[in-house]
């Protein structure tokens, strides 16, 4: 399970942090650290001293120019965030993530991002729309702002806690899930960019007066789940309604 | 019940620790910092620097020359242990503990300290015996060593989900306990040292070939949590033994 988590820092700008989080990954069993778009060295002394014997981690991150690339092949995406939006979208509490980690985690091929933001901004709304679900790590009102290593350990500490739980009750036989393979996250974003394209054909969507539609929507699909043969599906319906408003505006 | 649970650095050599462990705390709710024979500089500019906005627990934590005097008010005393030692101690993972915090908590006088040690080295065994159990932070068995402030971060998060999940329960009306007091660390340290030297009085005890007698037997009267009046009664027994052993002694 532990080895289908991985960890996303974006935009992080001090190297020791960096450090930090790969101690708290190795110290807790995860060993998948991507960096997108890093705003310093990631090999640096204070990096390696804040490692403290990880720095093997640091030597083996990839760093992304997007967050799109970081998360292409994952099944699941949770934001950490660290206010309430505008857009209110489903939270979790790390106990609650740390619940469902077992099963997300259970198909071969799922892989679940974690994804961190900048020490100073934490994630855009962008960013944070790209997600599945957030993760709120409960804090003080008065103090809210975690160091990024002690939020990246306190999760990958519900994701060990979760893992224990699950090898305890582990039996030799699983019973194999007959859940469908569910769509990648770039799978989903070219879902979404077709979407928007067949809305904006369609003119239901105005880019210039957006109003948050495509975040709702977003927020909609993110939350079903949705498997490949349903994205399939979803797709067909919008090829077809795009050939549909073409052969439309044809007509005179 | 946060503001009754105190954390304990023993002999710290890293002032940025001590800010990153004071960070973690104000973020959690914690505000009762004590610190036992540092080995460095407490308000520096490293500590205030990785405390981020919470050096004013820096200022106002305690400072003092032995454990027994930083826990002497406190009615639990847990040390944080990576290792599992010679004599096996009551041992809890982080979240075990954080299922008694509310009820420990309850008593009005109740002092709850979580006790971590040197960076390098730990708690030594000494230490370790004048705590009522021990807390092990699950990890990586190959790289199980945490950083001091990720230590203090994973319970201090687990304290405060103990306490939301309390605040989420709690009525108005709240059956008073009706438990007599329990002993304080220092009559339960009294009660130790009254006992040893009633052992070494009556023979039982020969302090050159110890035997860990006296950690069995801390071990056992912790384990059993007892309360004033016991205490009372048990101090009580050992000056009658003692006055019992004398008068056999001045016999022929």
């Not at 093997?56 to 934001?79: F, I």
């Not at 495509?214 to 994205?231: C, D, G, N, V």
Request: aromatic residues 4%; proline residues 5%; glycine residues 4%.
């Amino acid at each position: 399970m532990l080895e289908r988590i991985r960890i996303v820092l974006i935009g992080t700008s001090h190297p020791g942090n960096i450090g930090g989080v790969a101690r708290a990954m190795h110290n807790m069993g995860l060993a998948d650290l991507a960096l997108v778009a890093p705003r310093c060295e990631v090999i640096t002394q204070d990096s390696i001293s804040r490692a403290s014997g990880a720095d093997h981690l640091l030597h083996q991150a990839n760093v992304h120019a997007t967050l799109e690339d970081a998360v292409a092949d994952c099944t699941l995406a949770v934001g950490a965030s660290a206010r309430s939006r505008t857009l209110p979208w489903p939270m979790l509490s790390p106990r609650e993530l740390a619940d469902r980690l077992p099963t997300e985690c259970q198909p071969a091929d799922a892989r679940v991002a974690l994804v961190f933001g900048r020490e100073d901004s934490g994630l855009t709304n962008a960013e944070l729309q790209r997600c599945h679900a957030h993760v709120h790590i409960p804090t003080n009102a008065d103090f809210s702002s975690l160091n990024l290593a002690a939020a990246v350990q306190v999760l990958a500490y519900e994701c060990r806690m979760a893992w224990l739980s699950q090898a305890q009750v582990d039996t030799p036989f699983v019973a194999q899930s007959d859940d469908d393979d569910l769509a990648t996250h770039a799978e989903l974003e070219r879902y979404f960019e077709h979407l928007e394209r067949t809305l904006i054909g369609i003119d239901f969507h105005d880019p210039a007066q957006p109003r948050q539609l495509m975040a709702r929507l977003r927020r909609l699909y993110l939350r079903a789940r949705p498997e490949r043969m349903e994205m399939n599906i979803l797709r067909g319906i919008l090829s077809a309604t795009e050939k549909a408003a073409s052969t439309k505006q044809l007509k005179p």
